[in-house]
């Protein structure tokens, strides 16, 4: 019973105030579903949790990748319960094309492009509808710049010795091959029959199988470094292609003297008392040269000028890349190095410096196309039931002044084709074409044999090929990557006559 006096809410108003909560949580409903299904739409396609990924991945043939040559490089085969899993034309692509395996996920560009190649992929408006649709899947296929005969040769150059090697077109910034080994089966790894025991074996071998090295794999690049030092050192106006040093010719005999560290040479002999500009050190590869325009460069410039190549962070491609370095930044000194040791080694690529064989590639191009870095490319076009849509080059950096790379161009050219130059880059040269290089040998401090790479581009004129070649402990530069890389350029120009 109401005590008496009390008064009682109009029944019209407390109506009027249930509607208004009940719209109100109506309308959060409707805004909600509205923004996960069509704003965030395409998000949920990718998620390997949304259960229509999940069903597309079971009955959906994926999309193909194709090489540039019109080459297919995957399939679809149903196993005993009629479930779809992938297959691959060889191990040669393992690190490029990757995998997509219920149990063990997805790698390479088969993740990249992942909701693409498994037709989910679309614009807001057409991920809302395509539930209502009597064929809502539309998987697309994927195109590539990428040769299979290019990737196979690089894989057979390779042969059982760990190492990558990148080859592109600096015009355009187009991926030709992006080879590592050891490869693996990737079909092994997706097949449900050998999955288990694929992946177990792989990721058990201490060869590191699995690691894509061409982009993921860091290594000291010794004197293939010493581009990027004429490229800041010549971009910086630190030095000119005519530049020499004093201190040089006699620190040949000793080495050169930097804060109690001593630098040294091995070349003395050929060269005598002669003082070395740009394109004699680069023939000769000397590092008293180098370290001299390290030093003369600066550090922080040094690292600037790395940055626009790409060093400092990951480099927008298709799949992930490590980021290289020109020093770990530990230092307080300009550019975050030590102190004028670390630089000097750092600038003919020793001390903390560290690449990957992709960036290595991006260093030649960049030569090779006057000054300006592309930005690389392996996906070239993607096609679906619906048209295609293609994927345009540009222009990753300007990084130096076309000038200055016709100067570090003609110096790599007397790499390759001088009398003194083919010393250090036997087999680098391309029969009948002028070839430009740079042999490396990079030293791991007494833990076994020197890093072998090699960095080109032919023809010197006009390339239309860069590469980049890393063997892993295999000796100097010019035994074991300069021939490799010589081979390949020469495969890789014939097929493009």
């Known amino acids: 019973m109401l005590a008496s006096g009390t008064r009682r809410r109009p ?3 407390t109506i009027v105030h249930v509607a208004l909560v009940l719209a109100l949580a109506f309308g959060v409903l409707a805004g909600a579903g ?20 999940i069903a597309a991945s079971r009955r959906v043939p994926r999309g193909d990748i194709v090489d540039r040559d019109g080459n297919v490089l995957t399939g679809n085969e149903k196993d005993a319960n009629g479930e779809l899993y992938r297959t691959y034309s060889g191990d040669e692509i393992s690190h490029v094309v990757g995998y ?3 149990r063990y996920g997805r790698v390479g560009l088969e993740r990249a492009y992942d909701a693409e190649l498994s ?8 991920d809302a509808l395509r539930k209502f649709g009597t064929n809502p899947y539309d998987p697309k296929d994927l195109h590539l710049s990428m040769s299979w005969d290019l990737q196979r040769a690089a ?3 390779l042969g059982s010795r760990r190492g990558a090697v990148v080859m592109l077109d600096p015009r355009n910034g187009e991926v030709l091959a992006l080879a590592s080994t050891p490869t693996y089966d990737a079909s092994a790894i997706t097949n449900p029959q050998t999955a288990d025991r694929a992946f177990q ?18 290594y000291v690049p010794g004197s293939v470094f010493k581009i990027v030092t004429a490229i800041a050192g ?3 106006r630190a030095i000119t292609p005519e530049t020499t040093y004093k201190e040089q010719p006699p620190a040949e005999k000793d080495g050169l003297l930097v804060e109690g560290f001593r630098i040294r040479d091995g070349h003395h002999p050929q060269t005598g008392d002669e003082r070395l500009d740009l394109t004699s050190a680069t023939e000769v590869s000397c590092n008293i040269w180098y370290a001299l325009t390290g030093l003369q460069t600066g550090g922080e410039q040094l690292v600037a000028y790395a940055a626009r190549l790409g060093f400092g962070s990951s480099i927008p491609f298709d799949l992930p890349t490590a980021a ?33 064989p992709f960036q290595m590639a991006l260093v030649a191009s960049t030569i090779a196309n006057g000054g300006d870095l592309m930005k690389p490319r392996i996906v070239t076009s993607i096609s679906g039931r619906n048209g295609s849509r293609a994927v345009s080059a540009s222009t990753m950096a300007h990084v130096l002044a076309p000038n200055d790379a016709a100067a570090i161009n003609r110096a790599m050219v007397q790499a390759v084709e001088g009398p003194l130059g083919q010393q250090f880059t036997t087999g680098a040269k391309v029969p009948g074409v002028i070839t430009a290089g740079k042999s490396g040998t990079a030293e791991l401090g007494g833990s076994g044999e020197p890093h072998s790479w090699f960095i080109g581009f032919a023809p010197a004129a006009s390339p239309t090929v860069a590469i980049a070649v890393l063997v892993e402990q295999a000796g100097r530069g010019a035994e074991v990557a300069a021939p490799i890389g010589g081979r390949l350029l020469a495969q890789a120009l014939e097929m493009q006559r």
């Open 119 to 126: 037709g989910l992929a679309g614009d807001p408006l057409a």
């Open 201 to 218: 074996a792989l990721r058990d071998d201490p060869t590191q199988p699995l690691l894509p090295r061409a982009t993921l794999g860091r």
């Open 11 to 13: 029944l019209g108003r």
């Open 100 to 102: 997509a395996s219920p």
């Open 155 to 157: 894989v057979r150059a």
């Open 34 to 53: 509205g923004y996960w299904s069509v704003v965030r739409s395409s998000e949920l396609s990718r998620s390997p949790y949304d259960p229509a990924v």
């Open 234 to 236: 010549l971009g910086s």
């Open 324 to 356: 290289s370095q020109v020093t770990n930044g530990s230092g307080s000194a300009p550019g975050g190095f030590v102190d004028d040791v670390e630089l000097a080694n750092a600038a003919y690529g020793q001390g903390e410096t560290f690449v990957t």
